[in-house]
Every structure is written in structure tokens, then in C-alpha cells.
């Protein structure tokens, strides 16, 4: 199993968490954002910086994925496409993307945008917590323990 991690808006509360576990399990990990983000240095990762533009690192990382292997992504739209390729996807807040959910998660992220296009304010997240980052943590090392 190879990791992903879309980098573009990884929060800096996750970096140790995931370099611990990439570097407990031996983890072939690619790191892939349109700039320069800094995990860890480690013999298991290795960072892709692709062109600046919308999706381009999420068709960089589905261009990669096989079957089985594991998406670290907030993008709804890319954990979709993992979980078509029969891939794992979970999200900076410890959400685990499944057949049987996402598309749920989809439809709601679709309503939202076109609220927002309609020109309604919205909220936006919430602000990414310690709590979040445990609860990042627990999912991810579950995942890790099943494989």
C-alpha cells in the first residue's frame, strides 16, 4: 500500500502524526501539492510538486493510485475518485470516505457550492482544532491496523 497525501491544505497538526506512523510502518508515502510542503525527511517519502492550477495534484494523485491504497485529502471531489479507483480515503478531520457515504458527503458539498454560487454567505469549516488532530489520529491508525 502506498500513502498519498494531498498537500496542497495539510494542517501543520497533522505532520508528526503522519510522519510517525510512516515512519513506524515503513510507509511508501507521496507527498503531492503544487508547492513545496514539508512532512519530515525520511528514506519512505517522497514529494511531488506538480503545476500550479485547480485539481492538478488530485489528478496527479489519481493518476498514481492503485487499488488499495490510502488518500489522506479534505476534497470531496478527490475522495470520490479514490473510492471509485477502490482506493481508501480519509479526510484531515479523521472522516473515513467510504462507498457507502460518500456520496452523501458529495451531494451536501455540491448543495453547499451551489448555495454559494447563488451568491448566499456561507460559513466556512471550523477551525482545525487539537481535537480534530486526535480524532485524525485514531482513524488513521484504525485504518493502519486493519491493513
Do not use: C, W
Not at 473510492?83 to 451536501?108: M, P, Q, S
Not at 451568491?119 to 489520529?137: I, M, R, S, V, Y
Not at 485514531?138 to 485504518?143: D, I, Q
Request: aromatic share 6%; net charge neutral.
Amino acid at each position: 500500500m502506498t500513502l498519498y497525501i494531498d498537500a496542497d491544505a495539510f494542517p501543520n497538526l497533522l505532520k508528526p502524526i503522519v510522519f510517525r506512523a510512516i515512519e513506524r510502518l515503513s510507509l511508501k508515502t507521496l507527498v503531492i501539492a503544487n508547492k513545496k510542503v514539508n512532512i519530515g525527511t525520511s528514506s519512505f517519502i517522497k514529494y511531488l510538486v506538480v503545476n500550479q492550477g485547480a485539481d492538478e495534484a488530485d489528478n496527479k494523485i489519481i493518476e498514481l493510485l492503485e487499488e488499495g491504497d490510502l488518500v489522506i485529502t479534505a476534497d470531496i471531489p478527490l475522495a470520490n475518485r479514490t473510492i471509485e479507483k477502490k482506493a481508501h480515503a480519509i479526510d484531515h478531520r479523521g472522516e473515513t470516505y467510504t462507498k457507502d457515504n460518500i456520496k452523501e458527503y458529495l451531494a451536501v458539498r455540491n448543495l453547499m457550492q451551489e448555495i454559494r454560487d447563488s451568491g448566499e454567505l456561507t460559513k466556512g469549516p471550523a477551525a482545525f482544532t487539537q481535537k480534530d488532530a486526535q480524532k485524525f489520529a485514531n482513524s488513521l491508525n484504525a485504518f493502519l491496523q486493519k491493513i
